[in-house]
């Protein structure tokens, strides 16, 4: 079997049109012919093909949120049963880890160029910022990938040029070298909100959940974990109710969904049984997004169900 | 006293002209008069004035090489004692960890703008993303910090329009929600070499000093520290005898030089007395990577030469 591609494939620019999945395939942007996700469980997804079958996605084009395979009757099409983190699943959700890129192919929709012959379209790379379940509209869960354009591929005037059609938009030119290059500056920068400094003051930048304090020639360091999170289609919001103040591996291990908190502020998850998240006064948390978290993020949980 | 601002200075453009060091206090963006780190030892520095002072000190525009404050003779303005992490050294430093900008005004060298009486610049935000020290030429310890350019801020061609020069290319107009929310994105990515995955797996995702590993439903997680940092002007190699493998939390103390480990693979630093990095058979270590690591960034270490 030829090695997965993670990446752009040299010679098919973003934009270029296909008139059927068989060709996407034989361009190498999109090998399966029916799957909507391509890639394995310990690899990652290297593409998808966004055809807009569930109802509620959305897609504004920069940011996608793309419900994951399985559970659906074959001929109705219907959601009979849960969505669980496996295979094609768990690849799309193993690229959040790994940080791989993932080729977004997509159902054309413009009348003009579907007169064409032309029904889809290489949109170019996203990266899976965040995925959770959550009960589709037939009550069984489903998982929920958010993707988000390569940064570094998005015209700079893009959000201010309004007027000029996204599909027209010439893409910037940069290279590979360029881009890692810029990526691996941003992923050194991390901003503090007045809301995440506050929480990591009042509990003196100790771990919530381990107790921990770690100290660095320039003081403490500890890091903020908001519960529901920022942004799309959560809008969770940033004020000190919402927000943990965590060391980086339970920061890590909360975001994957590894534990949760319950509304008596007993931790749940393997490992975490008889522990209690520590509190201070003054810092009050909000049942609401322990909820929340709960309910999206804690994978054990919805396992067990 | 005034807040401390952080950030662009409302009215002045990236490429602001000043005919002098009043002028640029004046518009609020670098304060002090003389000194050239603007910034306080709990709150981060606003802003630097590059005057091209140390010999060594590197600056291609993007990426500016900054030596710190202190150990010099005012008169003979040469390097007569070590440099410590204190006040606005440590200011800088803090920068890296809070994610602050830091407002760069350089001293002009362009005769024609020279010649119209004007001498400092102001050249927008750059981020503090690593500080180190080593000798300097007169063999007293110096800080060093590595600034680079907002990528948001850096024209997505600038790599390619050679023939443009930098200071006449347009500053494109991106909002701060927009770049706020690009920063927020590229944050969740974290790319994995084939270098980093092969150490990951040698060591089981277990972390090298103290053993643990972090399980999430998508498998073991772990990240791979390189020993001698990657880039300028470390140019450290992204090979394996270069690389650790680490739980986050550990990855935060060497990075900021709590710990380091000696020839023997015995650890050293406050608290890890008697503590070896833990190793397994086919993963080589190079002694010169750990000895760079050791007198760049081990501050412990520094503080008491």
Redesign the interface.
Known sequence: MAERVFGDVKGVPVGALFPDRKAVAAAGIHKPLQAGISGSANEGADSIVVSGGYEDDFDDGETLIYTGHGGRDQESEKQVAHQE?TRQN?AL??N?????PVRVVRRVEDPKVLSSGMNYRYDGLY?V??YWCEPGKSGFLVYRFRL?KD??L????A??QSDVPEDDAPA????TA?A?????????????SKVTKAVKKMHDDTCQVCG?R?????GA?SEAAHIKP??MPHNGPDSTDNVLCL???H???FD???FAVNDDFSLVGTGYEGQVLRRVAGHQINLEYLQYQREHYF??DIRSR
Do not use: S
């Open positions: 983190l768990k959700a193993l959040k880890q790994l940080g791989l990266f910022t965040d988000e940064p570094f998005v015209p700079p005037m959000g201010v910037p030119v940069i290279t360029q890692e290059r810029r990526l691996a500056l941003v992923n050194r920068i991390k901003r503090d921990v770690l100290v660095t020639p320039l360091y920022l942004g060391c980086p591996n920061h890590v291990l994957y969904g590894v994978f054990l």
